[in-house]
């Protein structure tokens, strides 16, 4: 007697008609750095308790598999401060061509010089660093201390073993908006791709975000005016629009969730380190999976339901000083 076939899970498609593709899944809220525009200063951590473990991690991914989750990026906080985090990869890397295009990640860099091999082992062909200034003095004071040569020598090391890199940059009105140009020039040099981000209300931090943000669309704009801009096909599965710089050969995404709204096109949903989804970055809705996985619960139906209540858009705004953020949550708790 022949076997019957196997039916396959539904997608997972919110009420909006998007397909859910994309997961980001973080592993630790804690960071080795501690960058102005992501987190208060004296942060106080989850205890390890809190966190799901490798097993869970990996059940939680095979769900998302199962319904249609092609891609992965492992976040954090610094996802490669977590102490079993080449084991986590390992065992989410099991599902590379059995379902899952990519396994990537998302790094601050300054751990890639001791991981960078062991991600290419697992599978990890390209990442992002996030690095927002090429000059000491300002890295330090963004980053509270941070040290900008340790993040350059994991970026090197990184490229040794065949890393394609990516670099992230949160534009900062006070910090970092005259060093663009120049950030982007070092990175094509060197074979790397660009990403401009607009700082994001999340979270209550020191600083007065008014003061922090500029529109990513004005950089762009200024930009244009000394470089040759052209549209780039290229496409990541993520926010990101594209452009190569005639220039510098090299290609230069923007990332401008206030001053372009990107939402119409999300395929996306984000898993806190303690199991909790995330439907939208800028919102609050969420589904809380530990608690589903620690009780034996249905997880295949957690997610269904789940993305049933995924919300059309987020509701970021910063166009006054001293707006409260859209979110309570830090950026490094949400998971990139």
Known sequence: MLDKPQIQPAKLVDPFGREITYL????????????????????TFLPKSDLLDASELEEVASAFIARGVRKIRI??????????????????????????D????????????KHASDLVRVGVKRINVSLDSLNPETFSRITRGG???????????????????KLNVVVLKQDNLDELPAMIRWAHA???????????????????RFDQYTPVSDVKANLAKDWALSRDTYRTGGPSDYWRV???GGRLGFITPLSKNFCGGCNRVRLTCTGKLFLCLGRDEDADLRAVLRSGGGLDAALIEAIGRKPE???????????SPAVARHMSMTGG
Do not use: W
């Open 313 to 323: 858009s987020h509701d970021f705004r910063i166009d006054a000083p001293g707006q």
């Open 75 to 100: 976040t954090g906080g610094e996802p490669l401060v977590r102490r079993n985090i080449i084991d986590i990869m390992e065992r989410v890397s099991k599902h590379l061509g059995h379902g899952l």
């Open 24 to 43: 980001r899944l973080s592993v630790t809220d804690r960071c080795d750095l501690r960058c102005t525009y992501c987190m208060a200063e004296k942060m």
């Open 190 to 208: 060197r074979d790397i791709d660009v990403t401009l981000i607009e700082a994001m209300p999340m979270g209550e931090i020191e600083a007065d």
């Open 246 to 248: 005639a220039e510098t």
């Open 102 to 113: 990519e396994l990537t990640l998302t790094t601050n860099g300054t751990q890639l010089q």
């Open 147 to 165: 040290r900008l040569a340790q993040v350059l020598d994991g970026i090197a090391a990184a490229q040794s073993h065949g890393l394609k890199i």
